[in-house]
């Protein structure tokens, strides 16, 4: 051993019996205590700061643990190092020990997201890709374990190292969870209050098996590509709109849209006969009573009885009711099979939800219906 190392280690002992760790970067974790050869001073102090823990570690093995507080160092305070050393009769000289300060305040404001798209099957649009990305606060709520499982023998450990785990851990379980939830592909942007509590509740154990707590995650968006989007909303639109007053305004739409793009005398009286037409339209709507009849005619002559009711039913799509449609867009839906036989229908006059496949008037949906015996003569 040369003089310097000598002279290193008279002053390490005679002089220096304070352990503590002043953070003065907000990104560490983990802060390795440096002393020369590991060695501390019988009786030596250590100080722990709120929001800190003090891990001892003798030659791989985790030992003793200290919170917040002013410690002295001896076999009184050491139960665990005094058992893994020996020191059945106490100790006078200095001892070897490796001591690790955490911080163990709550970092956040985390940042996380899907680097690449994910897919996803969807019943009514097949498979479809999703993004998304929010934000998650942590803490570390079992030092040792995390000391021993993730830090090992780094003297500096970052958020930054520790971020890079946590985000592919998130990444993986957030796109797990979203499978297995088999919402209809809307209700994922909608919904991400709920699916934020869900997902944490699935992270938790994983973050827990290395001693550490998930206290917050967030989804702040849930996106898809455009053209999804727009298939979204036309769907979305035909399932409220009544289909056949859509398809009389496209078509007024159209005949207005034909009109202006005619030239000449022609187009003149196309767009004046497509203006009566229009207006005798809109003249029928704002007063039922008022028809398009011929000029002499009577009201009782011209007016066509009443429309029969047709019925409305509610239906059930993966736990979420529609509706109410006419039956025959619950035709068109059991065609489309957004819903099939045994899907829960539900119409006024109904005690409860009964399967398709239950209700009378809805049985020829199902196609193969026989007709009754011929009559005999």
């Known amino acids: 051993m040369s003089i310097f190392d000598e002279i290193k280690k008279k002053l390490s002992h005679e002089f220096i019996d304070i352990v503590e760790w002043l953070d003065t970067n907000d990104d560490t974790i983990v802060h390795r205590f440096e002393r020369y050869q590991n060695e501390i001073k019988n009786n030596a102090k250590l100080i722990v700061r709120e929001g800190q823990t003090a891990v001892f570690i003798n030659e791989g093995q985790l030992a003793d643990v200290f919170t917040a507080g002013t410690y002295t160092l001896n076999t009184q305070n050491l139960p665990i190092l005094t058992t893994l050393k020996g020191w059945k009769y106490g100790f006078d000289s200095p001892f070897k020990a490796e001591v690790y300060f955490v911080n163990t305040r709550l970092f956040t404001d985390e940042k996380w997201g899907t680097k690449n798209p994910f897919m996803l099957s969807d019943e009514r649009f097949g498979l479809v890709e999703l993004r998304a990305f929010g934000t998650y606060s942590f803490k570390i709520n079992d030092p040792g374990k995390f000391v021993v499982d993730v830090v090992g023998t780094d003297g500096n450990f970052t958020n930054f190292e520790i971020n890079e785990h946590l985000k592919s851990l998130i990444v993986t379980r957030f796109t797990d969870t979203v499978g297995e939830a088999n919402l209809p592909i809307e209700l994922y942007a909608a919904n991400t209050s709920e699916l934020s509590e ?3 509740e699935v992270m938790q154990p994983e973050f827990g098996r290395v001693g550490i707590e998930l206290e917050k995650f967030y989804i702040e968006n849930v996106s898809m590509p455009e053209e999804l989007k727009k298939e979204i909303f036309e769907y979305s639109r035909l399932n409220k709109l009544d ?3 859509l398809a009389q305004f496209k078509a007024a739409k159209a005949m207005e849209l034909a009109a202006k793009n005619e030239g000449g005398t022609a187009g003149a009286g ?6 009566f037409v229009l207006a005798q339209q809109m003249g029928g709507m704002m007063n039922p009573q008022v028809g398009q009849q011929p000029f002499g005619a009577t009201q009782s002559q011209m007016s066509p009885p009443p429309m029969p009711t047709q019925s409305m039913y509610h239906y059930a ?19 489309a099979r957004t819903i099939n036989r045994d899907s829960l229908v539900w119409k006024q006059g109904m005690q409860n939800w009964a399967a398709l496949k239950e209700v009378e008037e809805l049985k020829p949906f199902l196609g193969g219906s026989t007709p009754p015996p011929l009559p005999k003569v």
């Open 317 to 335: 799509v993966n736990g979420q009711q529609m509706g109410p449609v006419s039956i025959d867009k619950l035709k068109e839906l059991f065609a």
């Open 243 to 245: 289909m056949g007053k």
């Open 198 to 200: 869900t997902c944490q």
């Open 270 to 275: 196309m767009g004046m006969g497509m203006g």
